[in-house]
């Protein structure tokens, strides 16, 4: 079993920085892809951003040049830094951890974007 813990959601000025966290704990299967999706009120959930256990990484074009993804593999950590938000990244922003080709997820944190 993978077991995924958030942090960092919050409420953020447009124009604000906010940055999640995300540690997994796993006591049988090696955690290879992470990543992060989001569901705002009324869609779909959509991917944010992942990264590989080697560091690629794939964005949304949405977020591209916005959003960084970064990983701690030594602590099976996944970092998603946010800048320059926008009122449209007003989501829901879920954990994804994928073992043995099975996706786990995080409870969800909720970001805002609002003045």
């Known amino acids: 079993q993978v077991q995924l813990v958030e942090s960092g959601g919050g409420l953020v000025q447009p124009g604000g920085s906010l940055r999640l966290s995300c540690a997994a704990s796993?006591?049988?299967?090696?955690?290879?892809?992470m990543g992060w999706y989001r569901q705002a009120p009324g869609k779909e959930r959509e991917l944010v951003a992942r990264?590989?256990?080697?560091?690629?990484?794939n964005y949304a074009d949405s977020v591209t040049g916005r959003f960084t993804i970064s990983r701690d593999n030594a602590k099976n950590t996944v970092y998603l830094q946010m800048n320059s938000l926008k009122p449209e990244d007003t989501a829901v922003y879920y954990c994804?951890?994928?073992?043995?080709?099975?996706?786990?997820w995080g409870q969800g944190t909720q970001v805002t974007v609002s003045s």
């Open positions: 994804n951890a994928v073992a043995v080709s099975m996706y786990y």
């Open positions: 796993s006591t049988v299967f090696r955690i290879s892809t």
């Open positions: 990264i590989t256990s080697g560091g690629s990484t």
